[in-house]
């Protein structure tokens, strides 16, 4: 299996940003790590892995870029204000310096996102933010509210990187071409998360696939299944 590594000064962070790619040709997915988590660690965890068949056979090349969850939802020593500036400021990069490159690799200009826990939230945020971009969305054990993260600020950044909030309003028609996995399990500490997503993408009437698994816990085996699962969901070319 193709692996390389990428490292560049991003304009939109002001800092260099690191990913890897695995693949040699396919359909192009970005895979966002979980909380704080580093541009290696699917790899690390086993999710690259389980999808060796689609990444050897040339169907699939998977982008893992690298979070900056310390420098913005996790960064409880600058003011929220700050902190959802950089969120946005990392959107950008993952729109501009990576999307936009590797779109055009798909018949459809489009790609797909995914990601496991707070990663889902990435791949759900990015995915509703930019419809035009994105074919296919799979998001594993997401939590999508980041209220939380923000000590009670608000402003349009924070409503505007709310899934719960935007979604509503939204009314570009990609949105209903897009195919949406919400992928949790009946004891997953973010099933409630899961089914109030799925309650506002049903409100809208965008079809989805709420995949609930029985007996499984948040954590890296149950994405590892999940993931192998929904890459067969994308029409290959």
């Known amino acids: 299996m193709k ?54 056979q040339g169907l699939i090349q ?52 995914a990601g496991c826990s707070f990663g889902g939230y990435h791949a759900a945020n990015f995915a509703f933010r930019h419809p035009g971009y994105v074919s296919h969305l799979f998001s594993m054990s997401g939590a999508f509210n980041i209220k939380s993260f ?29 195919d949406i996995v919400l992928g949790t399990s009946n004891w997953d500490i973010c099933f409630d998360a899961n089914l109030k997503l799925s309650k506002v993408l049903s409100d809208k009437n965008v079809h989805h696939w709420l995949d609930i698994r029985q007996e499984r816990t948040h954590d890296w085996p149950l994405w590892q299944e999940m993931f192998a699962h929904y890459l067969s969901r994308i029409k290959f070319f």
């Open 3 to 56: 692996e390389e590594y990428f490292k560049w000064y991003s304009p939109n962070l002001d800092k260099e940003i690191e990913m890897l790619v695995f693949g040699h040709s396919g359909y192009p997915v970005i895979l966002f790590p979980t909380s704080m988590g580093s541009f290696h660690e699917n790899k690390d965890m086993g999710l690259i892995e389980s999808a060796r068949w689609y990444v050897e």
């Open 62 to 113: 998977i982008y893992c870029p690298d979070s900056i969850d310390r420098d913005s939802f996790y960064n409880k020593n600058i003011h929220p204000v700050h902190r959802i500036e950089n969120h946005v400021r990392y959107d950008k990069m993952i729109c501009h310096e990576i999307v936009e490159k590797v779109k055009n690799n798909t018949p459809t200009a489009k790609v797909a996102v």
């Open 150 to 178: 923000l000590d009670g600020f608000h402003n349009d950044d924070v409503f505007f990187n709310s899934p719960e909030d935007y979604l509503y309003g939204l009314e570009d028609r990609q949105l209903w071409q897009m």
